[in-house]
């Protein structure tokens, strides 16, 4: 997928997603201490703008400007602040030691890029952040009710596990789950979700 397929998705008046957050970084979101925030593959907003409501500074990054300017608008819309960072994430840098919390919501990369940026995701946190995922899993083809159709593009938790080491694991399950997320998401899926976090640093 590139940014022309995501600008002709998003090019509607309506969010293909909603404008609700996820309900898993919903019920996460306590465990974000305070600090700037970065969401990856943010696309038309309803993430960031949900921290952004509980005062974090967040930056979003998307390959589909259209989206963004989605994004923009509904923090707009509620008087909130949102950075927003068109780029492709096979060229975007995360800086180390810089996030509070990385947020990866419904993000579906390939194999050799999901492993490089969640490399890159692991040595961004700060001491003491959070990396908070979910993604459907290849268990998601029987169901049908959003993602991609490529296998390849589905991570597994024990994928994950080694891509994402150096953090601890405070929730890593995949589970079967109703997602309601706009048009986009509608029924029953398969997911696995991630709350995981960098240790503080030693004396």
Known sequence: ??????DNRYATADFVFGT???DFLRACAGHIPAGPVLCLGEGEGR???????RG?????VDQSATGLAKARRLATERNLALATTVADLADYAIQPGTWAAIVSIFLHLPPELRARVYAQAVAGLQPG??????????AQLAFGTGGPKE????PTLAGLRGELAGLDLLIARE?????????GHSGRAAV?????????AKL
């Open 47 to 53: 993430n960031a703008v949900f921290l952004a409501s």
């Open 56 to 60: 974090y500074a967040v930056t979003a």
């Open 151 to 154: 296998v390849t593009l589905l």
């Open 175 to 183: 589970c079967e789950r109703d997602v309601i997320e706009g048009a």
């Open 129 to 138: 952040g959070v990396l908070l995922l979910e993604a459907y899993t290849p």
């Open 1 to 6: 997928m590139n940014p022309a397929f995501w």
């Open 20 to 22: 609700e957050p996820n």
């Open 192 to 200: 696995v979700q991630v709350l995981a976090r960098r240790g503080a």
